[in-house]
């Protein structure tokens, strides 16, 4: 009902497609320009700032993906054009380079930088020995133990590759492929938690559980 609504104002998927990028970023922005701000106090805003790339990270993606998914129109010509709003087209035009460029480098400066960035950083953290609870990072870690506390950037990479399959292969044909996929991503990121155990030790009642593991 509410695409209704939207749509009867004027507001479509490339609206939507904007104010996910540009009203984080904005937020994002207007955080870290607070001004006379203590060491602390910048501290925890990028506590903040890095739960809210986090929480950013699969919606953003989701939303890209979105504008890749393309139908032909049997009514229109079979032009393609994007399944969730059928009134944009996916053919070359200005307005479809730009939105191509944005997901280009969103896909790269967050997709894939921000699981890097995140691994990288832990990595540093852990080698000079500053994995405690005063590091901005530390929403990214604090779960897991020291043996991998990077395995965050896992559940990230999960969910930009389950995303990334079941655009490409989003055509009704594909179904099976995209169960094989998904399932295949999704079983590789199973056998990663059971072997390698990342996560901190929470007791149960059985002594030899991880509660943490078992959720």
């Not at 005063?134 to 590759?161: C, H, I, W």
Request: glycine share 4%; hydrophobic share 45%.
């Amino acid at each position: 009902h509410t695409k209704c609504l939207a749509s009867s104002s004027g507001w479509n998927l490339l609206h939507t497609f904007y104010a996910y990028i540009y009203g984080p970023i904005l937020v994002f922005i207007v955080l870290l320009l607070i001004p006379q701000m203590s060491l602390r106090e910048r501290k925890k805003v990028a506590a903040l700032l890095t739960v809210l790339i986090s929480l950013w990270y699969s919606p953003l993606l989701q939303t890209i993906a979105s504008m890749h998914n393309c139908f032909p129109d049997p009514e229109r010509e079979n032009r393609p054009f994007v399944i969730s709003d059928p009134s944009i087209s996916c053919e070359p035009s200005l307005k479809r380079t730009i939105v191509n460029i944005h997901t280009g480098v969103l896909s790269l400066a967050v997709g894939l930088g921000f699981p890097l960035l995140s691994f990288l950083k832990i990595r540093s953290l852990r080698k000079s020995g500053k994995l405690d609870f005063d590091s901005s990072f530390a929403n990214l870690f604090q779960f897991y133990n020291t043996r991998m506390p990077y395995f965050e950037t896992v559940q990230f990479l999960r969910k930009g590759l389950l995303i990334f399959m079941l655009t490409l292969f989003d055509d009704p044909d594909d179904s099976k492929i995209q169960a094989m996929s998904s399932f295949g991503i999704n079983g590789s990121y199973l056998l990663l938690l059971s072997y390698p155990r990342p996560f901190v030790y929470y007791p149960t009642s059985n002594s030899r559980r991880n509660l943490f593991q078992i959720a």
